[in-house]
């Protein structure tokens, strides 16, 4: 199966908002948007559950321009946090990985 590794170590190729548009699938849109209302208590719509993937240069959901990790693996120009020399130091990056125990598996993945 394709991965798609974004800079925090998300799988986008597994993300609700990048099947729904590589497919375009509205049902999917309207789960992925009532899944993520509820888990981030923010009002996400269908029309919000698109997204090209965070190395993508299509559309994106509205947290990747606010992404910090983002934000710095791009001006840093590295290929995501895994391959940056404060991998192991970064608060932010840390934080992340202890919410979401298989971003450090694929930022672990050479």
């Not at 606010?66 to 001006?75: D, W």
């Amino acid at each position: 199966m394709e991965k798609l590794i974004a800079y925090c170590g998300l799988d986008c190729a597994q993300c609700g908002a990048y099947l729904a548009l590589k497919n375009n699938d509205n049902a999917l849109r309207e789960k992925t948007a009532a899944e993520w209302t509820k888990m981030h208590n923010f009002n996400f719509t269908p029309e919000m559950i698109n997204c090209s993937g965070c190395k993508g240069t299509g559309v994106h959901i509205g947290h990747c321009f606010e992404c910090e990790m983002r934000k710095c693996a791009i001006a840093k120009g590295i290929v995501n946090c895994g391959a940056c020399d404060e991998f192991s130091t970064c608060k932010i990056i840390n934080d992340f990985m202890e919410m979401v125990p298989s971003a450090r598996e694929n930022l672990l993945q050479k």
